[in-house]
């Protein structure tokens, strides 16, 4: 039971452009979600967050929306940056007690110079 | 800067055999996180330990695998036996506290993980 979703393995932009990464989750518990970045033979790293308060969160180049009706959220990338090319994580979790973050599968983006 | 440490990076193990990973943490931070991450996948959490004590192994197959984080610094994560499905990245991160406030989120560090090929 994949409860945070990439449909998209994989994306390619153009240096410059934006980069839309979609996340989908099916748990209404859920009211905290995350980004994360992994470079290949590292760890992931944390991008960016949103609580379920919130429609909108912005750091510089990355700004998460979330539409909790559709129980939807999106990374977008602007303008994307050839360093910006990894695996890009989605990931969630519920509050109250021990933080159990669920990941979704990953989406490669690729940003061509 | 401070960084969650792993050994082995890379291990290569026949399945029945016995393999073990060590983490240790970014100094202070309470949490600990062992992660398993299948190819294609994203990581799936193994167990979480607060201090010295497992506070979440709803994911850990005990029949072969074990934690232990005695001293609530480091921690160790062993599979005996090693079967073929066990090939994977083993991620281990840490957090000053594992706690979930409303809006807010301590911010989990990964280390670098250790690869496992079960031959």
């Known amino acids: 039971d994949q409860q945070v979703k990439q449909n998209s393995p994989s994306l390619s932009v153009q240096e410059g452009r934006i980069s839309i990464l979609n996340c989908d989750y099916t748990?209404?518990?859920?009211?905290?979600f995350l980004w994360y970045k992994k470079y290949p033979a590292e760890g992931p790293t944390f991008l960016i967050s949103?609580?379920?308060?919130?429609d909108k969160n912005e750091d510089g180049r990355f700004t998460v929306f979330l539409n909790k009706s559709a129980k939807h959220l999106s990374l977008h990338i602007v303008p994307s940056q050839p360093g910006d090319s990894a695996v890009y994580f989605c990931?969630?979790?519920?509050?109250?007690?021990?933080?159990?973050?669920?990941f979704g599968t990953g989406t490669k983006l690729q940003v061509i110079p | 800067e401070a960084e969650v440490a792993q050994s082995p990076r890379y291990k290569i193990t026949e399945k029945s055999q016995a393999v073990a990973f060590w983490c240790d943490p970014i100094?202070?931070?309470?949490?600990l996180y062992w992660y398993r991450q299948i190819l294609g996948q994203g990581p799936e959490l193994l167990v979480q330990?607060?201090?010295?004590?497992?506070?979440?192994d709803s994911q850990l197959p005990k029949d072969r695998f074990s934690a232990e984080r005695l001293k609530g610094v480091d921690s160790t994560l062993k599979i005996q036996p090693a079967e073929l499905g066990d090939s994977a990245m083993y991620l281990c991160?840490?957090?000053?506290?594992?706690?979930?406030?409303?809006?807010?989120?301590?911010?989990?560090?990964f280390g670098p993980g250790t690869r496992l090929t079960v031959l």
């Open positions: 991160a840490s957090s000053l506290d594992g706690l979930a406030g409303v809006s807010s989120y301590n911010e989990q560090f």
């Open positions: 748990n209404s518990m859920f009211d905290y």
């Open positions: 949103i609580s379920s308060i919130k």
């Open positions: 990931a969630a979790r519920k509050s109250g007690g021990y933080q159990k973050v669920t």
């Open positions: 100094s202070g931070h309470a949490t």
């Open positions: 330990f607060q201090d010295e004590s497992v506070v979440d």
